[in-house]
């Protein structure tokens, strides 16, 4: 069974960057995109990034011009570059994987505050 791991969360100032990175267990045929959510206390799950395997990357307004999403296919790997970080970015941040089947990550917490 397919299973994705996050990791690169931590605590960071305002104004700090982070990266984000899920790899994922074994190779997924056929992935139609890769992507991001993210989930704060107290408020609704929001779609933060997408990379389709055709198409243009898409981005949260919350968040575009700040981060970036990346993937590296050879290493079943997605990115996710974070600048500018604000207090409201903090949230646990889940990486899923669009194929056949849906997979989701467990999620890395990130954290920004002085």
């Known amino acids: 069974q397919v299973q994705l791991v996050e990791s690169g969360g931590g605590l960071v100032q305002p104004g700090g960057s982070l990266r984000l990175s899920c790899e994922a267990s074994?190779?997924?045929?056929?992935?139609?995109?890769m992507g991001w959510n993210r989930q704060a206390p107290g408020r609704q799950r929001e779609l933060v990034a997408t990379?389709?395997?055709?198409?243009?990357?898409t981005y949260a307004d919350s968040v575009k011009g700040r981060f970036t999403i990346s993937r590296d296919n050879a290493k079943n790997t997605v990115y996710l570059q974070m600048n500018s970080l604000e207090p409201e970015d903090t949230a646990v941040y889940l990486c899923?994987?669009?194929?056949?089947?849906?997979?989701w990550g467990l999620g890395t917490q990130v954290t920004v505050s002085s």
């Open positions: 899923f994987v669009r194929a056949m089947s849906d997979y």
């Open positions: 074994s190779s997924i045929f056929r992935i139609k995109a």
């Open positions: 990379i389709p395997s055709v198409g243009s990357r």
